[in-house]
């Protein structure tokens, strides 16, 4: 079945660097979701894209979907502690229904 | 307005014995999925609900069950349990077909002795 890689698995960052995670797939995406989730805490959902090479950016983050449709990523500028969780990617495939498949996820340490 | 409740937070079984979760989905959402959260398999999706009917299935056995009633709460039961289905149990609703995002409840944390 369709799976939804993540690199890397694990990224320790001291405070103010950048952190990239990325997301590929074996095949083309309908869309693709990005979720946070904290420590102990339940995922928190980013953002969504859609359309084939959209750029979305939030604040510090910056979510791209690749020309192709088969790869994402999340790029973080100048981290800070508060960014700290598993960055899940996920593709919400409709039609008779929602389901949400993720990605392996990326844990992002940021350290002082 | 409050969001996704999930009950219990925490329970203790050992194997053999069965069990309900109970998921509250944000009021006015009628699509509640569950999915198990482990350390080796990630987030894998349970199934889907909305109006009462089961809209879609994952991978897992027919121990995994579920259903929703008609205030769109919804309950997960596992029977038989096993030690490999110790897991974070999380709840998410959203308002229907096709929509996003998913809002996660805090999830029952569930553990096999």
């Known amino acids: 079945g369709q799976q939804v890689m993540q690199i890397p698995q694990y990224q320790h960052v001291q405070e103010g660097e950048d952190f990239t995670t990325y997301c590929n797939s074996s095949t083309t995406l309908s869309n693709i979701q990005w979720y946070k989730q904290r420590p102990g805490g339940h995922p928190v959902f980013l953002i969504q894209l859609v359309k084939s090479g959209e750029v979305k950016k939030q604040k510090r983050l910056t979510f791209q979907f690749g020309e192709a449709k088969k790869n994402s990523s999340l790029h973080i500028t100048a981290t800070q502690t508060t960014d700290v969780g598993t960055y899940f990617c996920?593709?919400?495939?409709?039609?008779?229904?929602?389901?949400?498949?993720f990605g392996t996820g990326t844990q992002l340490k940021v350290e002082l | 307005k409050a969001g996704v409740t999930q009950t219990p937070r925490y329970l203790i079984k050992t194997r053999g014995q069965q069990v309900t979760l109970s998921c509250s989905p944000i009021?006015?959402?009628?699509?509640v999925s569950w999915y198990q959260q482990t350390p080796g398999q990630g987030l894998q999706f349970l199934f889907e609900y909305f109006s009462e009917t089961q809209r879609n299935k994952g991978n897992f056995p027919g121990r995994f069950s579920g259903r929703q009633f008609s205030n769109s709460r919804s309950e997960m039961n596992v029977s038989t349990l096993e030690l490999g289905d110790s897991a974070l149990y999380l709840c998410?609703?959203?308002?229907?077909?096709?929509?996003?995002?998913?809002?996660f409840g805090d999830g029952t944390r569930l553990s096999i002795l």
């Open positions: 996920a593709e919400l495939i409709t039609g008779g229904g929602n389901k949400l498949t």
């Open positions: 009021s006015g959402h009628r699509s």
């Open positions: 998410a609703s959203s308002s229907g077909e096709g929509s996003w995002p998913q809002h």
